[in-house]
């Protein structure tokens, strides 16, 4: 039997694992390393906060892409939305608590979990060596895992704050670097003035989440180009185009093919998201077909105006959102910080805005950075994958969006070779996929990462002896 361990129980974490037990079943031993108390959940699926919800219809989740409505249907049959009345709108789409998916995820993972085919070890990863049959991995607990393989599906590292942020405000109580951190919003009082750096779908959640605490002070988005985050159509539609039979080599191709889309949806009184939703199903055919120059011409200039309309508010946040304006307690910026000066009464920020070469300033008296996912500093996020670089088995993809690997998910490391028993999982590895940060994407990239680790399990059964999970102290 093969042990292979899994580093992060999210959700790409906890798909890998549920499709390797049902690919290779009683072929692999699986340990899956999270600290959280359940898999599934990660950092996305594991809020309480009932401000939270999931960004797309829960028609489109699941943790089995063979089965697309596995979640929609699971909702109804557990009556998980029987204290959210919310949740489903007029036209049958739900868009439910993001809990309630990560207790969906650890419900489909408990037969496993309770036959012992999936083990979750709740601690950290502190490091992993390269030995010469696999893998030590040395947990927080103080154990030491042996392993025929690895994955690596941790999330994104935590978002860095801006210089004049962190340079002026470091110790300050008032500012709020990672939204996400549990409590993190537990200081910000009825009345506070808001700053929240970015406005993404963090941002929304944010101004959700202390609409929902009663919080009535005026808040400020501020991002670099001031696009906030598209909304859902006001009822499904189909996907509409066709971007990989003849696919753009060079972004100036794609632009105009999906502006021809765009168009021709529109002629059919479809709506311009249909189209967005096809290019992400067909996101990996488009990735790949650019060559490696465009690719990261597309990450540079291209991916602020994707994310503004590929990641879309779910309807209740946006009702929030609109609240807000509608009262005058929201104004979004586009500009960047110049200076932040901490003072008793308030925080002192001066705002250049952009194309138009004046700044403004703002008493604030809380600033929330919510800028998304530092990729670049994915290396030093974590002791062990700092470790793993400086041995040579991991690197940085050449795009600049996460870890590198090869077309089967192999981790590449130095001088460019794939390394077989060390595979990324997940976002992580959006470099070389293109769109895996939704999860529908995931969750079909899951499928093939754990279809790569039983057909390395069954071809290296036939030519060499079985290992057992081996534990120390």
């Not at 998916?101 to 085919?117: D, I």
């Not at 539609?237 to 990989?244: H, I, L, R």
């Not at 090869?406 to 590449?412: H, M, Q, V, Y």
């Not at 999860?439 to 079909?444: F, G």
Request: charged content about 25%.
């Amino acid at each position: 039997m093969k042990a292979v361990v899994i580093v992060g129980g999210g959700f790409t974490g906890a798909a890998i694992a549920y499709h390797l037990d049902r690919l290779a079943p009683g072929a692999a031993s699986i340990v899956v390393v999270e600290p959280r108390s359940s898999l599934g959940g990660g950092l996305a699926y594991s809020t309480a906060d009932p401000a939270h919800r999931i960004n797309v219809p829960a028609s489109r989740m699941s943790l089995d892409p063979d089965e697309p409505l596995q979640f929609d249907v699971w909702l109804d049959f557990t009556s998980a939305l029987r204290d959210d009345p919310q949740a489903r709108l007029p036209d049958g789409r739900a868009f439910p608590r993001r809990g309630a998916f990560g207790r969906y995820v650890q419900e489909k993972l408990g037969p496993a979990l309770e036959a012992g085919r999936i083990i979750h070890k709740r601690a950290k990863v502190l490091a992993i060596d390269s030995q010469p049959n696999g893998y030590a991995i040395e947990l927080s607990t103080g154990e030491t895992i042996h392993c025929d393989m690895a994955v690596i599906a941790t999330t994104h590292p935590a978002p860095t704050p801006p210089a004049p942020l962190s340079q002026a405000l470091a110790d300050d109580p008032r500012f709020i670097p990672d939204s996400n951190a549990p409590h993190a919003l537990d200081g910000v009082r009825t009345y506070d003035r808001v700053l929240v750096v970015g406005a993404g779908l963090t941002m929304a959640d944010i101004v959700a989440s202390l609409d929902r605490r009663g919080h009535r002070g005026p808040i400020t988005a501020l991002s670099r180009r001031g696009q906030l985050p598209a909304q859902h159509p006001p009822a499904a539609s189909p996907n509409f185009g066709d971007f990989v039979t003849a696919p753009a080599t060079t972004i100036r191709q794609l632009v105009r093919a999906v502006r021809a889309a765009v168009a021709e949806a529109e002629a059919e009184g479809l709506p311009w998201q249909c189209v967005f939703d096809a290019l992400r199903n067909q996101g990996r055919g488009i990735w790949t077909a650019l060559e490696p120059g465009e690719r990261r011409k597309m990450a540079r200039r291209l991916r602020p105006f994707w994310d503004a309309r590929r990641f879309r508010i779910a309807p209740q946040v946006q009702d929030a959102l609109e609240k807000r304006r509608r009262e005058g307690a929201f104004e979004s910026l586009a500009g960047s910080i110049r200076q932040a000066k901490p003072e008793s009464a308030a925080i002192a920020v001066d705002i250049r805005l952009r194309g138009l070469g004046q700044a403004v300033s703002r008493d604030i008296d809380a600033v929330v950075v919510a800028t998304g996912p530092a990729h670049r500093d994915v290396l030093c996020s974590q002791p062990y994958l700092n470790r793993l670089e400086v041995d040579g088995l991991v690197s940085l993809d050449a795009v600049g969006l996460g870890l590198a690997t090869d077309i089967r998910g192999r981790a590449i490391g130095e001088a460019g070779k794939a390394i077989d028993t060390l595979l990324i999982g997940g976002p992580l590895a959006r470099g070389t996929f293109g769109e895996l940060m939704g999860l529908p994407e995931v969750s079909r990239h899951a499928v093939d990462i754990a279809r790569e680790i039983a057909a390395s399990i069954k071809t290296d059964d036939r030519t060499a002896p079985k290992r057992l999970l081996a534990l120390t102290a």
